[in-house]
């Protein structure tokens, strides 16, 4: 069996955007940030940071259009990579995610 989970941890980037498909069910696109640390060649720190389009479909669509820009939110599903190359030439991809799972994690322990 082949099987592909990714799980994020990000926060919100703007208000999530509601959208239908082409059989008039409703989804929506939360678009979130996912900070992560490295180093560079000499040893430097580094904070980067990936965007991640997460679509959520059914219920859960319709209750994420209360999210807000900041909302910390998790989410598991697959991942879906389409690259692509800008007008300058650069090599770029857009990363979306078919949620399965999608959690609002921002109580009084996360907001610090």
Known sequence: MNKQ????????????????SKD?????KVR???????????????DLVTYYD????????ESSKNLTKGTLIRTVG???????LTKKGEPKADLTVFAREFQ?????????
């Open 5 to 20: 989970n990714v799980e994020l941890v990000g926060r919100a980037v703007v208000k999530p955007t509601p959208l239908k």
């Open 54 to 61: 997460i679509l959520v479909f059914g219920k859960r669509a």
């Open 78 to 84: 697959n991942l879906e990579v389409k690259p692509y």
């Open 104 to 112: 609002v994690l921002d109580t009084e322990i996360f907001k610090k």
């Open 24 to 28: 008039k069910k409703s989804y929506s």
């Open 32 to 46: 979130i940030a996912v900070n992560r640390k490295s180093k560079d060649a000499k040893g430097k720190d580094l």
